[in-house]
């Protein structure tokens, strides 16, 4: 894995700047907070997991964002697996090597940089976890620059998170939106895509759609996608096949 500075300028995004040291102390404690938030991330490493495997075990993997590295335990089940894990905030960065286990931590490379500009060379890793980010980006020509900056730095796949419309939270958030239209004081910094748009912008950006993991089939917003550079077997099968739950 060859690490270099990206010719790229980062895109800065408000959201991106409020994981200071105390937000990333509360973001590493709230996924253990309780029953449901211990379900909730139960479950994300379950659909992790069957992303990796649909994405072909891939050998070398960047966790952008890591966050708190929650997913780090997951990503080193596989003994042969490197794993990369970068962050823009230096603060959740160290928050992660801080509190997971030490030969978890011993296992992996970590580094700051933006996902909009990613300190790697070209196909550096065989797979992008992105976890919890394309949510935050509200302007479809930034989510564009990042899917093409993961396109640049993957030699295959993508595996990443987000928000997407045709279930029955995504519903209720758009009542409450219209709600809060009224309140022009109101700022968000979470969005939900329509999935014939995301999905376009994933083959504008150079993916093909693998599969697509709902969390929690017609209920949950999030739904985790893998793309893959070229065609695969998966999809050559019918939607059902192709996008199936776990
Ligand atoms: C909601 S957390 C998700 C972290 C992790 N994937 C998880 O699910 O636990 C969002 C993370 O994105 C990071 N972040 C924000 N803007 C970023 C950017 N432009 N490039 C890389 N990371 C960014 C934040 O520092 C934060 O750690």
């Known amino acids: 894995m060859s690490f270099c500075s990206s010719s790229v300028s980062p895109i800065e995004l408000d959201f991106s700047r409020k994981y200071d040291a105390s937000h ?43 966050g708190a590295g929650r997913f ?25 090597r801080g509190s997971q286990p030490p030969e978890i931590v011993a ?7 933006s996902a909009f500009a990613i300190d790697l060379e070209d196909g550096a890793v065989d797979c992008v976890f992105c976890i919890r980010l394309l949510h935050h980006i509200e302007d479809a020509r930034h989510r564009l620059a990042m899917l093409r900056e993961f396109h640049r730095v993957s030699s295959g796949t993508v595996i990443c998170s987000l928000w997407v419309d045709g279930n029955y939270m995504s519903w209720r958030r758009n009542c409450l939106e219209s709600r809060r239209k009224a309140d022009a004081q109101v700022s968000r910094n979470r969005f939900v895509v329509a999935r014939p748009v995301i999905e376009s912008e994933f083959r504008a950006a150079g993916w093909n759609v693998v599969a697509a993991l ?19 077997g998966h999809e050559r099968n019918t939607e059902r096949g192709a996008r199936g739950g776990i």
Not at 107 to 113: C, E, K, L, P, S
Request: hydrophobic share 40%.
């Open 24 to 66: 990333a102390q509360a973001y590493l404690k709230k996924h253990k907070d309780g029953l449901a938030r211990r379900l909730s991330h139960w479950r994300e490493a379950q659909i992790g997991r069957r992303a990796l495997e649909l994405a072909g075990n891939p050998r070398r993997v960047l966790d952008l964002p890591c």
């Open 72 to 96: 780090w335990p997951m990503l080193c089940e596989e003994r042969d697996r490197r794993v990369l894990a970068a962050d823009n905030s230096a603060d959740m960065l160290s928050v992660a």
């Open 107 to 113: 296992r992996i490379r970590t580094f700051q940089t």
């Open 214 to 232: 709902d969390f929690l089939p017609g209920y949950a917003m999030w739904r985790t996608y893998v793309l893959a550079k070229e065609a695969r």
